[in-house]
């Protein structure tokens, strides 16, 4: 049911928006070792477009070229029409400053394996912060705002306990919530779940679900190809710091075209 509802929801921005995601030929060295080698992907508003790929395929570092946590050696990344790291105004070529990067980065919300919550501060607290010190919010409106997200992720009951009396899923939950009280027109997830007991993955894949059928920008590093599967508009191979397959997940699980793919897959179905 829920598949066929994303499906609509997508047709409908994908035919009416460019992609908010563009990248173009993206190559990534650190040092002699190139990570990425050419990549090209592209995510619609609305997509949720999964990724999936080998340890050391170039994966965290794709991720963290999107939001512009890693400088790219050459190609191009566009986000919602202009390229990361300068902008053409008035005909004139415009290099961004630290400041435009740190305004870029607060409209993409990243997620990592690892939970990074403020270990001194609640629950409440830690989702309330940005708003606060990076916007300036009113402290009343944040904390309003942050219980609303605490109630969405679940956790609603929850804003009082600190980091360390919360389980690792709860924790991952209210690191999704912090993430969206900056208001992200994109949300990246680097294996969110991959640092969790088996028994708390579903709570915190329930909570993305949730996020994409509102209809969240999402790319989402996992091995959770159930999640894929179910919940993703697309799926891409990554290997080697290449695309090496991209289509619709339900398709490349059950037909993967590459050889390398199909090795891909044999081992974490
Ligand atoms: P994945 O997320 O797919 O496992 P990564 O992007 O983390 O892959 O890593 C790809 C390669 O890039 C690895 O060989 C890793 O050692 C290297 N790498 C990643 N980040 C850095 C860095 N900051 N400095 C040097 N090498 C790095
Ligand atoms: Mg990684």
Not at 167 to 177: E, K, L, P, T, Y
Request: charged share 20%.
């Amino acid at each position: 049911m829920t598949q066929i509802q994303t499906g609509l929801v997508l047709s409908a921005d994908a035919a009416a928006t460019s992609p908010i995601i563009i990248a173009e030929q993206v190559y990534k060295s650190f040092g002699s070792n190139q990570v990425l080698a050419g990549i090209n992907f592209e995510v619609a508003a609305g997509e949720v477009a999964v990724v999936i790929g080998p340890s050391g395929s170039g994966k965290s570092t794709f991720l963290r070229c999107l939001n512009a946590l890693e400088t790219i050696d050459s190609g191009r990344i566009r986000v919602s029409g202009s390229d990361v790291g300068y902008d053409y105004r008035d005909d004139k070529f415009y290099e961004w400053s630290s400041k435009d990067y740190a305004k870029f980065r607060l409209g993409i919300g990243m997620v990592f394996q690892r939970f990074n919550l403020f270990n001194n501060m609640n629950a409440l607290e830690n989702v309330a912060c940005g708003p606060i010190k990076v916007k300036g919010m009113p402290k009343k409106e944040a904390k309003e705002r942050a219980q609303a997200l605490l109630e969405m992720v679940g956790l609603g009951t929850h804003g009082h306990k600190f980091p360390n009396q919360l389980s690792g899923g709860q924790q991952q939950r209210v690191a999704i919530a912090r993430s969206l009280a900056m208001d992200p027109s994109v949300m990246l997830f680097d294996e969110p779940t991959s640092g969790l007991d088996p028994e708390l993955v579903d709570e915190v894949l329930e909570v993305m679900k949730t996020l994409a059928l509102g209809g969240m920008t999402m790319v989402v590093v996992t091995h959770e190809i159930g999640f894929a599967r179910e919940v993703g508009d697309s799926l891409t191979f990554v290997d080697g710091g290449v695309v090496v397959e991209k289509g619709d997940p339900r398709t490349v699980i059950a037909n993967p075209q590459s050889p390398r793919t199909q090795q891909f897959l044999s081992k974490v179905l």
